[in-house]
């Protein structure tokens, strides 16, 4: 098992097989998606295939989103971290879109802002990059707090999918003036 990140109270993993039934059931919960589409999943086999989308990802990329872990209980509680777009959004393309999602028991606890800013660091400090995207819905105020929270600056607001959403970034040089004024 690969850890990539630990902070104080979770750590942040590769994405497994085995994570599948946790998989399942964050995602097919109505309430997790309904900022991201209203498409739940309905199937053991729908979370697999989400799975090895995302190890295809590793392989690829080299980046992924990774399984975050509950240090004390050991348990699967959401996934975080980064995923390449190379898809047009907002005019911009082939970006390193940070990204979370957790099972709803565990929302409310700081667990996306630990691992937002945890992903940012790594970003900037291990991974090299030059500038890191964030998305949300406009009405999805929590994950709006979570990524100005976590440093990243709104640019605009942009319609996707039919919706409108609030595009963040935040470039090396703003990351490195933040840690120069903590």
């Known amino acids: 098992m690969t850890i990539h990140l630990?902070?104080?109270?979770?750590?942040?993993?590769?994405?497994?097989?085995t994570d599948v039934q946790a998989m399942f059931a964050m995602d097919s919960d109505p309430d997790v998606h309904v900022f991201l589409g209203k498409k739940p999943i309905s199937t053991i086999e729908e979370?697999?295939?989400?799975?090895?989308?995302?190890?295809?990802?590793?392989?690829?990329?080299?980046?992924g989103r990774w399984a975050?872990?509950?240090?004390?209980?050991?348990a699967f509680i959401g996934w975080s971290g980064f995923r390449l777009i190379t898809d047009v959004v907002n005019g911009k393309t082939n970006y390193y879109d940070l990204g979370y999602r957790f099972l709803k028991e565990y929302w409310g606890q700081g667990y996306?802002?630990?691992?937002?800013?945890?992903?940012?660091?790594?970003?900037?400090?291990?991974?090299?990059?030059?500038?890191i995207v964030g998305i949300a819905e406009i009405n999805?105020?929590?994950?709006?707090?979570v990524l100005e929270k976590s440093g990243l600056i709104k640019r605009n607001?942009?319609?996707?999918e039919g919706v409108l959403h609030n595009f963040y970034t935040l470039?090396?040089?703003?990351?490195?003036?933040l840690q120069n004024r903590k």
């Open 157 to 160: 607001e942009f319609i996707y």
């Open 68 to 74: 975050v872990i509950e240090k004390e209980s050991g």
């Open 6 to 17: 630990e902070t104080e109270r979770l750590l942040m993993r590769d994405i497994k097989d």
């Open 140 to 145: 999805h105020t929590a994950s709006n707090i």
């Open 112 to 131: 996306a802002s630990e691992t937002a800013i945890a992903s940012l660091n790594h970003g900037f400090q291990n991974l090299g990059l030059d500038e």
């Open 47 to 63: 979370a697999k295939k989400i799975i090895k989308n995302i190890q295809q990802q590793y392989l690829e990329n080299g980046i």
């Open 171 to 177: 470039t090396r040089t703003e990351w490195q003036k």
